[in-house]
């Protein structure tokens, strides 16, 4: 889901962006501020998948804990 919203985001973006040509192959190096917008886009993405991997792993740790505290009391 992470990845499509900003995929989606991203394609929004290019989509509305004037000056380029859908008749033509397409590459960020010709648009600059394109790019650097899309860069952060990705780099967001990045900062919520590690932070989503992290809660997940947490998560896993703190029911293995749980499981474990009770196999010893029992």
Request: hydrophobic letters at 40%; glycine letters at 2%.
């Amino acid at each position: 889901m992470l990845y499509d919203d900003c995929v989606d985001r991203i394609l929004k973006l290019v989509n509305s962006y004037p000056g380029i040509d859908p008749a033509k192959p397409f590459s960020f190096a010709k648009y600059p501020a394109l790019q650097r917008k899309v860069n952060q886009m990705i780099a967001e993405l990045n900062r919520k998948v590690l932070k989503e991997i992290q809660r997940g792993m947490d998560q896993e740790w703190e029911e293995a804990n749980r499981l474990s505290d009770a196999m010893v009391r029992s």
